[in-house]
């Protein structure tokens, strides 16, 4: 069983950033892939970023790409998503996901993520 706290959300005005955390336990890194998603009022949960276990490969929505970046340490058993320039656009609830995995793939479907965080709320103001 692994379990998954995010933190880091908020309040925050366009152009600026924010980073969150997603802690893991019960699990590795190492044999786990992770993911960061949002949810934004009536619209269906959408990939932000991937990565496959040990950070070998990551995947990056075009929404963000070139502003949102995601990060682990393994030594901790957290993952990042560090947020900069951000929009009124990027307003959603973030959920950080795992899935157990032994290859070096990142995965993008909901579906593909076995264990899912509570959420938290970011929002951009304009």
């Known amino acids: 069983q692994v379990q998954l706290v995010e933190s880091g959300g908020g309040l925050v005005q366009a152009g600026g950033s924010l980073r969150l955390s997603c802690a893991a336990s019960g699990r590795s890194f190492s044999t786990t892939a992770m993911g960061w998603f949002r949810q934004a009022p009536g619209r269906e949960r959408e990939l932000v970023v991937a990565?496959?276990?040990?950070?070998?490969?990551?995947y990056t929505a075009d929404s963000v790409k070139g502003r949102f970046t995601i990060t682990t340490d393994s030594a901790k058993n957290t993952v990042y998503l560090q947020m900069n320039s951000l929009k009124p656009e990027d307003t959603a609830v973030y959920y950080c996901?795992?899935?157990?995995?032994?290859?070096?793939?990142?995965?993008?479907?909901?579906?593909?993520?076995?264990?899912w965080g509570q959420g938290t709320q970011v929002t951009v103001s304009s």
């Open positions: 990565v496959g276990r040990l950070g070998a490969r990551a």
């Open positions: 996901a795992a899935r157990p995995d032994y290859s070096m793939r990142y995965y993008i479907g909901t579906s593909d993520y076995e264990y």
